[in-house]
């Protein structure tokens, strides 16, 4: 069983299979800055230790931001000022996402709030999102003359579409919960009042199904989603799938069925 210890940035809770991991500077609108990425780096790899955990739902503390991305202070200065930390700090922030993408629970992204920047960038990284309808939306990088980064110019666009990313890049406009979850940026919308409400609904679907072949079907679709064709797709689901058809949850769950 994994520590869960002290963070500086975060608050971690663990119950019953699921950790919940909160942004937790209200205050600043929970930013991403060094201290924020370091402490869910460390939370992902004891995550990722932890075989008792089914779900991961991460959201922001208070009721106006999930995220408001990156600290803005890190970045001002001549360039040469950031060279070469800025170019190593932007590979950890790829690679902390990269351990979020393939955690072996299913991630929930709990948007109660503005998700901008890298908070849309974390989102984007989770399995599933759910947000509150007064939501905002965006990656508004272009009003501080940057441009995305953390490898979401490939994964939003994967989400949406390139169009649509090009149109929230280029004008750095917010859009709402709505044309969020229209674009297929987020997969469900729910009243302020019963966020909590419908992200337990979406947990429990998640735990009353064979837990085992939920990891496994994560590993399949993500190995798919970045597999160069139909054929190297294929072979990989194969495999995953006879190893979960060894297992005594596939017997056990078939045989529960057919009665």
């Not at 959201?59 to 995220?67: C, R, V």
């Not at 003359?145 to 149109?167: A, F, H, M, N």
């Not at 590993?219 to 297992?247: C, G, M």
Request: glycine share 6%; proline share 3%; with cysteine.
């Amino acid at each position: 069983m994994a520590a869960y210890s002290t963070y500086e940035n975060i608050v971690a809770d663990v119950d019953d299979g699921v950790v919940t991991l909160t942004l937790n500077e209200p205050d600043k609108y929970n930013p991403i800055n060094t201290e924020t990425l370091l402490d869910l780096r460390r939370a992902f790899d004891e995550i990722q230790l932890d075989r008792d955990i089914d779900v991961v739902v991460i959201t922001g503390a208070g009721e106006k931001s999930f995220s408001s991305g990156g600290d803005i202070r890190e970045y001002a200065g001549p360039s040469e000022e950031h060279d070469p930390v800025e170019r190593e700090r932007q590979d950890l922030y790829f690679d902390t996402w990269q351990k979020l993408y393939d955690l072996h629970p299913v991630t929930i992204a709990k948007i109660n709030g503005y998700c901008v920047g890298g908070g849309l960038i974390l989102m984007s990284y989770c399995d599933l999102s759910v947000s509150v309808d007064d939501a905002k939306f965006g990656v508004p990088t272009t009003d501080i003359g940057q441009i995305p980064g953390d490898g979401s110019t490939y994964r939003i666009t994967q989400l949406v579409g390139e169009q649509k990313v090009k149109e929230l890049v280029y004008t750095a406009n917010l859009i709402d919960a709505e044309e969020a979850y229209r674009i297929g940026l987020v997969n469900r919308i729910t009243p302020r009042d019963e966020l909590d409400a419908a992200v337990g609904e979406l947990v429990d679907a998640i735990q009353d199904t064979g837990r085992q072949a939920v990891k496994n079907s994560k590993k399949a679709i993500n190995y798919s989603v970045r597999a160069p064709d139909l054929e190297t797709a294929h072979e990989h689901e194969s495999q995953l799938w006879w190893e979960q058809f060894a297992t005594e949850e596939r017997e056990e769950l078939v045989d529960e069925f057919l009665e």
